[in-house]
């Protein structure tokens, strides 16, 4: 069985950075994108950013500039990078990936931006 595990949650002052990680495990034969998206109270679930196969990304235009999405293949794990904070990035960040044709979803961490 296939599994997302994210790592890196937790809280940080505005200006601050933080750096999620998430591993793929199980009986991995293809993995095509991965990506983070994430959800804040009351709000809708929201893709953050995207990296396929090939190393293309994406990014939605709230974090431009200020994250940064990478893959590590040998790893199966993706990373993004959250520089320059905001109190309006606090959320739950959930990893997602299309592994073995089957859409996965972590279990989520919590960021939370404050001071």
């Known amino acids: 069985q296939v599994q997302l595990v994210e790592s890196g949650g937790g809280l940080v002052q505005p200006g601050g950075s933080l750096r999620l990680a998430c591993a793929a495990s199980g009986s991995i034969f293809s993995i095509y994108a991965m990506g983070w998206f994430r959800q804040a109270p009351g709000k809708q679930r929201e893709l953050v950013a995207r990296i396929i196969s090939g190393g293309s990304t994406n990014y939605a235009n709230s974090v431009k500039g200020r994250f940064t999405i990478s893959r590590d293949n040998a790893k199966n794990t993706v990373y993004l990078q959250m520089n320059s904070l905001k109190p309006e990035d606090t959320a739950v960040y959930y990893c997602?990936?299309?592994?073995?044709?089957?859409?996965?979803w972590g279990k989520g961490t919590l960021v939370t931006v404050s001071s």
């Open positions: 997602n990936s299309g592994i073995n044709g089957v859409n996965c």
